[in-house]
């Protein structure tokens, strides 16, 4: 945890030590923040219902959260940079369209899990052409994409569904790899780590938050910034891709309806992790505790049977505590260092 | 260290006892609807707690997701098979995509059947339909018909484009087009269940087909809409809203007389009949097999096809004659 930081702090401040330490402090303290948040809420839930702490619902509990935090590990860098992409639920609606056309015509196993993250990766090299080729900005792209890729599934299936996958298909989004640890689970952890070494440990890491901070500092210092913009959109669409093939490994079928309403709740999840909306700054631990955060807090209300509006007004309400809080304080250190060093 | 051991125990204890209680007294029927806050559903939750108090040990769980997809559903029964609930009956977003998450649910020794809107064959034990298909197809065409003798033109206002029943019903309905002479079928849109997407689509009825009839709404969300849509352009009289609707919510419609009939089936009923189904097979009084008839109380019995599917009853048409009884019910 407290090397992960570090780091952090080190990529995201390319500014002499003495401010690390500060920031560091602040960094620390927020992350810890979502940790005491999570052990809170999952104290809550041992509290609330006799059937919490249970290995096998603990394990069901994951899926709220597994696909859509895989999206949510690119999603965050996408921010971090300044864009953002708010066609990823569409891009899992026509992947997973393309999967089941795919089964269809009588093919297997092995090309349908080429064919979901190719489609998601093709989705996603139009966006980064849209934004990085012709500059629109990424908001107006994507909410563009976001109604054509999903219309592209709706004209292919209008009410029809595809289903009969084939049933070693199932695994990736039912499977067990070892006894209550879900291969979906797996894939999580995985990807955690390779997105937090790949933001953390490396100079494109480096480069994604430099180009958060300021694009036109980042390009005069040589970072190519359209290409690593046109990478990272790439990331989205192959995560999303990948979270097609769980879920639709899951759901058994798929329709155009497909994950509906994603976006907004990745993107939640990427900002609820620390990771400023306005890019810059942020870390893939951060949303890692997010997606527990959400995941727990999601399963303990359907544990009490609390009404879903409720977990909406709950998580809106955790939003903006939990980012609301960090960024008074944030402010008022900025003030108070500003006064210092007169 | 003691103290915090003895807290553990006790809470543990209390846990146990808890459940212990839960499993040993009351048998618990989770009653999943589309998403809450919708009429109908709320209707059905009251059958389901009259149910529930004649039978006396049923504790009746009423729960949904806020949106109506079967990803927020999935969530949902994930948490009923962690709660050991007994039964569930649900009404499906999705016919398919619930079937693993169902699966499941059965193979942890839940109780599962459908009603409402169904799922397929293996994701639940039997389905019970409000009424036979057919039957309201042609009851929401002859809805229509009835009030245009010279025959014209007439458009169907759906809920989303992937809705099992309204498809259903909208299929049965185009099947026996050829007993209404002159009556056309111009246009099927789609409101998603939502009043301002549902009020825009019928407005669009209205401006691309000037000689409509009639609109057909087989959704109670879609119908309500539809008719202040037609007010609102100030053509009551010409255009008829018909189709499947709550008394309760078309009763001001009724009076200014922008609907002059519609129809559908006691969702109380409905409820009913599926806490009754659900709490004779979750104890063993009743099998789900094809062509056995299933006790539903008040409700008589329901007989089971090969798909192991049955009817309740048949729709019941509401006019200016009926409404004021009704719609103080539901």
Not at chain 2, 284 to 307: E, P, Y
């Amino acid at each position: 945890m407290n090397s992960e930081t570090q780091s952090v702090s080190a990529a995201s401040q390319s500014y002499p030590d003495r401010l690390q330490s500060k920031l560091r402090r602040v960094l620390v303290s927020w992350e810890l923040l979502l940790l005491c948040v999570a052990v809170f809420i999952f104290w809550l839930n041992t509290q609330a219902s006799p059937y919490f702490l249970d290995p096998w619902n603990l394990s069901d509990a994951t899926f709220n959260f597994t696909e859509k935090a895989l999206i949510a590990f690119a999603m965050a860098l996408l921010i971090i940079s300044g864009e953002i992409d708010l066609s990823v639920a569409s891009i899992i609606a026509l992947s997973s369209t393309a999967m089941g056309y795919a089964v269809s015509i009588g093919m297997g196993t092995t090309e349908l899990l080429i064919i979901g993250p190719l489609v998601g990766l093709a989705c996603g090299a139009f966006n980064g052409l849209l934004v990085t080729r012709f500059g629109l900005p990424s908001i107006v792209a994507t909410i563009g994409t976001m109604s054509l890729f999903r219309g592209i599934s709706y004209i292919i299936l209008g009410d029809k569904a595809y289903s009969g996958y084939p049933s070693d298909f199932a695994f990736f989004g039912q499977g067990y790899v070892y006894w209550v640890i879900t291969f979906e689970v797996v894939l999580f952890a995985v990807f955690a780590i390779i997105y937090t070494l790949l933001l953390h440990r490396t100079s494109f890491g480096r480069s994604v938050f430099a180009i958060g901070n300021n694009p036109t500092a980042a390009l005069f210092s040589g970072i190519r910034v359209n290409r690593i913009k046109f990478i990272l959109f790439l990331l989205t669409g192959l995560m999303a891709g990948i979270a097609a093939v769980c879920l639709t490994s899951r759901l058994g079928s798929t329709r155009p309806s497909i994950a509906l309403g994603w976006e907004l709740e990745i993107v939640t999840m990427v900002v609820l992790g620390g990771v400023n909306i306005l890019g810059g700054s942020g870390s893939i631990p951060g949303v890692v505790l997010a997606a527990f955060i959400m995941g727990l807090v999601t399963f303990g209300f359907g544990l009490l049977n609390v009404p879903g509006i409720v977990m909406s007004i709950f998580i809106g309400l955790l939003l903006i505590g939990v980012i609301g809080l960090p960024r008074v304080w944030t402010k008022g250190l900025h003030f108070w260092k500003s006064i210092v060093s007169r | 260290m003691v103290k915090k051991v003895a807290i553990l125990a006790s809470v543990a204890l209390a846990a146990s006892l808890l459940s212990a209680n839960a499993l040993a007294e009351n048998k618990r029927i989770a009653i999943v609807v589309k998403a809450l806050g919708i009429g109908f559903f709320e209707a059905a939750a009251k059958g389901a707690e009259e149910a529930a108090a004649e039978l006396g040990d049923v504790d009746i769980i009423y729960t949904g997701p806020t949106d109506t997809t079967a990803e927020g559903q999935i969530e949902v029964i994930n948490s009923l098979i962690a709660q050991k609930v007994d039964a569930i009956a649900i009404s499906a977003n999705d016919q398919d995509a619930l079937v693993p998450a169902l699966k499941k649910a059965m193979s942890r020794g839940i109780t599962v059947i459908s009603w409402d809107s169904g799922v397929a064959p293996e994701g639940r034990q039997m389905h019970l339909n409000p009424s036979s298909n057919a039957l309201i197809g042609n009851t929401i065409i002859k809805l229509a018909a009835d009030h245009m003798p010279d025959g014209g033109e007439v458009a169907v206002l759906s809920a989303s484009a992937t809705a099992t029943n309204q498809n259903i019903w909208i299929e049965e309905m185009t099947k026996v087009m050829d007993n209404y002479p002159g009556v056309t079928l111009v246009s099927t849109v789609y409101g998603d269940d939502l009043s301002d997407k549902s009020y825009r689509e019928a407005e669009g009825l209205m401006s691309s087909h000037p000689n409509l009839k009639a609109i057909i709404a087989p959704t109670t969300v879609g119908i309500v809409a539809a008719a202040q849509a037609v007010t609102d352009a100030g053509k009551i009289g010409e255009i008829n809203v018909t189709g499947l609707a709550l008394p309760s919510e078309m009763a001001g419609h009724i009076e200014s007389g922008v609907s002059k009939s519609f129809a559908i089936w006691n969702p109380i009923d409905l409820g009913y009949s599926a806490t009754m189904i659900a709490y004779n097979l979750a104890t063993k009084k009743a099998m789900a097999d094809a062509n056995t008839s299933i006790d539903m109380g008040r409700m008589g019995s329901v007989m089971l096809d090969d798909n192991k599917e049955g009817a309740m009853s048949d729709p019941f048409t509401y006019d200016a004659s009926n409404i004021d009884q009704f719609k103080s019910i539901f």
